[in-house]
């Protein structure tokens, strides 16, 4: 089955360091892939999307993810981050259905924690 | 934004009882979703609706009925509600851009005692 697999549960950076997320995808084709964030008490924001073309896609607030399919994965990063950065990211997957309508599929989330 | 907003935003209810969700939408995109956020699970899909009045299931459809009887307007109705169904609701609505993102709405909470 497919599946959308975010490993890190919980990562603690410190202010001004770099980050990466991870993000894996089990799917027979490449699909369309998305980072959102989720601040405490907030809806999800689109972060960036991978749907065709250049490997690394930059998106808003600073992050820049890479799809590389030899290893199915679409992992987020940004260079140095801020306290505000500190909320929950997912990586998402749209999955095609038997009726051509996209679905969107969710890893688990790896929620950041900001030390100063 | 998206335009998207959902009611009510906080709910107690009690097991048993008929819970209706409101998601409402400005832009007239076609497609609109339904999902569930739990710890552990990160978000689930309940229902979508391609069009007025096409709806399909999701993954986590049990217990959960959708109408759209117009393009601004998808509502989830739990019949009967139990506490597993405590949780956090999202709506969303997916672009026809290219890579079809989906926008969500700022969610209600559910808590069925």
């Known amino acids: 089955a497919q599946s959308v697999t975010q490993p890190d549960i919980h990562i603690t950076v410190s202010e001004g360091a770099s980050l990466e997320l991870r993000c894996n995808y089990s799917?027979?084709?490449?699909?369309?892939l998305f980072w959102y964030v989720q601040s405490p008490g907030q809806g999800l924001q689109l972060l960036l999307k991978?749907?065709?073309?250049?490997?690394l896609v930059q998106g808003i607030k600073g992050f820049e993810a890479e799809f590389k399919r030899s290893q199915s994965s679409f992992n987020l990063r940004k260079p140095s981050v801020h306290w505000s950065d500190a909320a929950e990211y997912f990586c998402a997957v749209v999955l095609l259905s038997n009726f051509g309508n996209e679905k969107l599929t969710f890893g688990t989330g790896t929620r950041l924690t900001i030390i100063p | 934004d998206a335009g998207i907003t959902q009611s009510p935003r906080h709910k107690v209810t009690e097991t048993g009882t008929p819970v209706t969700l409101r998601c409402h939408q400005t832009?007239?995109?076609?497609?609109m979703y339904w999902y569930r956020q739990d710890p552990g699970h990160g978000l689930r899909l309940i229902h979508y609706s391609y069009g007025v009045k096409d709806t399909d299931k999701g993954e986590v459809s049990d217990g959960y009925s959708v109408s759209r009887s117009k393009t601004e307007d998808f509502l989830l109705t739990l019949e009967s509600a139990t506490s597993s169904q405590t949780s956090v609701y999202f709506c969303?609505?997916?672009?026809?851009?290219?890579?079809?993102?989906?926008?969500f709405g700022p969610g209600t909470r559910l808590t069925v005692l």
């Open positions: 832009e007239n995109h076609r497609y």
């Open positions: 799917y027979g084709a490449t699909p369309y």
């Open positions: 991978y749907f065709s073309g250049d490997t």
């Open positions: 969303a609505i997916r672009t026809d851009t290219p890579g079809n993102e989906q926008f």
